[in-house]
């Protein structure tokens, strides 16, 4: 019988998540995992990500966590010369960790200069950052995957969050450039797009649509649902569903497949 194991098999591979602690990164790591993944959990909010390494640890696996603030370079050096410390190697990058502006921005109907920087530092440098820090790392192994988590934001505008689905617009765009500079060196970079997960940022954004809209009917989970009704499947994705995507793009089965942004949207969108 073919096992799952088999057929994704990351055993004897080390990966970094950043975002790690909560909501989408949480299932990546959770997946990575189980395909047999040493996984080093990353966030700012670095009490979730212990949490989540110590939930890998009691299934069986190895892990290790750390603080990261994607926003700073000297932050995700210190990062991948943690994991290397802790786990001994680096094989896999997930770039996941993102916002949805700077501090306050569900209550803004428009974004403030202040969210359109904030967006670019985290969810755009935030890329470049980690992929800097590992690329070099992954060069000397003459091996590597970095996947980005951008956004079905990214491959349509969204009116009023304009900042959030331009940086994700620009996620696509540099998995691309960064394809083309590492493919001489075996490394692998994707993206994949998530459409709509009901985690801590969707709460947010749920918020600000019904600050907006003054509708004190609907509640923001009506709003989330109402929004599922244009998705051809019909149904609200999960960080497993992410996971899967994830997991497959960085195992030798997607060894062929760079530079590519993989839509796990229920068809949402489907360019
Ligand atoms: N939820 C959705 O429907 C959805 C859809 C498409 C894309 N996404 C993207 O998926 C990713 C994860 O989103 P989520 O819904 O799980 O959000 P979330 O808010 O639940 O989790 C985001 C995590 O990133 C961490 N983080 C934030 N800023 C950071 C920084 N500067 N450095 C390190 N860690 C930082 C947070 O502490 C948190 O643990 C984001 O990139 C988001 O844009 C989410």
Redesign the pocket.
């Known amino acids: 019988m073919t096992t799952e194991r088999t057929y994704i098999d990351l055993s004897s591979r080390t990966a970094i998540v950043?975002?790690?602690?909560?909501?989408?990164?949480?299932?990546i790591a959770i997946r990575l995992a189980r395909a047999g993944a040493d996984v080093y959990v990353?966030?700012?909010?670095v009490d979730?990500?212990k949490s989540v390494s110590d939930e890998l640890r009691v299934s069986g696996g190895r892990s290790s966590a750390g603080?990261?603030?994607?926003?700073?370079q000297s932050?995700t050096d210190q990062m991948v010369a943690s994991a290397i410390d802790e786990l001994g190697k680096v094989d896999i990058l997930v770039?996941?960790?993102?916002?949805?502006g700077a501090e306050g921005w569900a209550e803004r109907q428009e974004g403030s200069i202040e969210d359109w920087n904030k967006v670019f530092?985290?969810?755009v440098l935030?890329i470049v950052h980690a992929s800097k820090s590992v690329s070099g790392h992954m060069i000397e192994r003459g091996s590597g995957k970095i996947v980005n988590?951008?956004?079905?934001?990214?491959r349509r505008g969204s009116p009023g969050f304009a900042h959030?689905s331009t940086?994700?617009a620009s996620?696509i765009n540099v998995t691309q450039a960064f394809a083309y500079q590492l493919a001489p060196h075996k490394i692998n970079v994707n993206s994949v797009?998530?459409?709509?997960?009901?985690?801590?940022?969707?709460h947010?954004?749920a918020d600000r649509r019904l600050r907006m809209t003054g509708d004190g009917e609907t509640s923001g989970r009506d709003y989330f649902e109402q929004r599922l009704s244009n998705v051809p499947l019909g149904r609200?994705?999960t960080?497993e569903d992410?996971g899967n995507a994830v997991a497959f793009l960085c195992s030798d089965r997607a060894s062929s497949i760079t530079g590519q942004a993989l839509n796990v949207?229920g068809g949402a969108m489907m360019n």
């Open positions: 950043t975002g790690g602690g909560n909501g989408i990164g949480r299932g990353a966030d700012l909010d979730a990500a603080y990261v603030d994607v926003a700073d932050s770039n996941n960790a993102g916002v949805g530092e985290v969810n935030g988590v951008a956004s079905a934001a990214g959030y940086s994700k996620a797009c998530p459409g709509l997960l009901w985690t801590d940022l969707w947010d954004i609200e994705q960080p992410i949207d």
